[in-house]
């Protein structure tokens, strides 16, 4: 029996975080949200405003004997810039910042040891991806799911989603479904 797992990422705008995961073996049940924040069930309306305080990510589960918690953590910091503080590309507010939402001490401990890896092996400034616990996460509304495989045409999806989806393939072929 394969062992089912929860992991939580936010690397910006949940429609590219989404789309990278998408195309992982062993990963499954994708849904787009917000986590990190202070009021509960926030709007998209009201998390872009950035006042809410929480982030756009991912929950997703995985087969951890089909894909390791650290395979997911190497595509999602070869797949978003960890580096810079709330903001990626022309995303801009703490809606779009780098974080991890740890459900246990295993995943922070994997978590820390591939930072510091890669903070000494691949970047050329700080990872400053946040690690927390666990904490509440509320579903975005439906028309954010499965955003980039419904609307690729899109100007967003081919200026920033494409060109993540296209790294991925190049350098995680080994790990695509």
């Known amino acids: 029996m394969k062992k089912e797992k929860i992991a939580y990422f936010a690397g910006g705008c949940f429609w590219c975080t989404e789309a990278v995961f998408q195309r992982l073996k ?32 991912i929950r997703l589960q995985y087969h951890s004997e089909i894909i390791s918690y650290q395979d997911l953590l190497h595509v999602f910091f070869a797949t978003h810039d960890p580096t810079t503080l709330n903001r990626q590309g022309n995303d801009v507010g703490t809606q779009y910042r780098s974080a991890l939402y740890c459900v246990d001490q295993e995943q922070e401990s994997i ?8 903070n000494s092996t691949t970047f050329d400034a700080p990872i400053v991806t946040e690690i927390q616990s666990e904490m509440p996460f509320y579903t975005a509304e439906e028309e954010h799911h499965n955003y980039y495989n419904q609307h690729g ?25």
Do not use: W
């Not at 509960?40 to 009201?46: D, G, L, S």
């Open 26 to 57: 062993g990963v499954h049940n994708i849904t787009p949200g917000y986590m990190g924040g202070e009021i509960k069930n926030p709007a998209y309306r009201e998390v872009c405003t950035g006042r809410t305080g929480h982030a756009e990510g």
């Open 153 to 177: 045409e899109q100007p967003y999806c081919s200026v920033v989603i494409s060109p993540k989806v296209e790294k991925l393939k190049a350098r995680f072929a080994h790990l695509l479904k």
């Open 111 to 118: 978590a820390k040891k591939v930072i510091d890896e890669l």
